[in-house]
């Protein structure tokens, strides 16, 4: 999952970002001013935002409104020290989907962005289905007919990514930006020497990954043969 922290304090940031990558496997992009946020969101998708409220250049506030007024409905967390109701009451009607007090701890980060990005797309149960394959959102540990699948994190990454989107096609691109941080070693190229070894491992488990000529990749149920 690839999420926006807007955060304008450096260190607080750089441990976010380690730590919901190492916890939960997400990629962290980082925005350190509200204007800057807000050209990131209009130019990139993101699965989620973790919004802080003071920052420079445009406040989380600002930012928040200009999302909605543009119809982006990503969801948005807000991170905030102050315990101010009548200040929530006014975010969430502006369209702040969940609040997180300093200081808090990063497993309960995770499972709120997991939830809120799971309500986002119309997903009530923690378990994302396509035939035998089923993804435990909560554990990132996928399943063929209850059985563990062996996969490496880079395999569990690039089908996380397409088991999200299943049915819809996915650009190599947007796979490689959602799955990568800083590794270097992975490009484009590796995309499809990963995708040809899921092909293998996804043997009878009732899903396919399906080549989109032009776009990229597609889950999708397999197709029984007579």
Do not use: C
Request: net charge negative.
């Amino acid at each position: 999952m690839r999420i926006l922290l807007v955060e304008d304090e450096p260190s607080l940031a750089k441990w976010l970002a380690k730590s919901l990558a190492r916890y939960a496997g997400f990629i962290v992009e980082w925005a350190d001013d509200g204007l800057l946020a807000v050209r990131r969101l209009e130019l990139e998708e993101y699965d989620a935002v973790i919004l802080d409220l003071g920052l420079p250049g445009l406040d989380g506030a600002g930012v928040l409104a200009r999302m909605r007024a543009r119809d982006d409905r990503t969801p948005v967390l807000v991170l905030t020290a102050r315990d101010s109701l009548n200040q929530r009451i006014d975010l969430l009607h502006q369209g702040a989907d969940d609040f997180l007090a300093k200081p808090f701890e990063v497993g309960e980060l995770e499972a709120r962005l997991t939830a809120l990005i799971r309500r986002s797309r119309g997903k009530s149960r923690p378990r994302l289905l396509l035939g035998q394959l089923a993804l435990d959102t909560a554990l990132q540990q996928f399943f063929i007919a209850d059985q563990p699948l062996a996969l490496s994190p880079r395999e569990t990454a690039v089908l996380r990514v397409l088991m999200q989107r299943s049915g819809e096609p996915v650009s190599k691109q947007s796979i490689l930006d959602r799955v990568v941080a800083d590794d270097k070693e992975v490009n484009l190229e590796a995309i499809e020497v990963i995708v040809h070894r899921l092909r293998k491992k996804l043997t009878d488990s009732g899903a396919q990954i399906v080549t989109v000529r032009g776009v990229g990749y597609s889950l999708e149920a397999a197709v029984a043969h007579e």
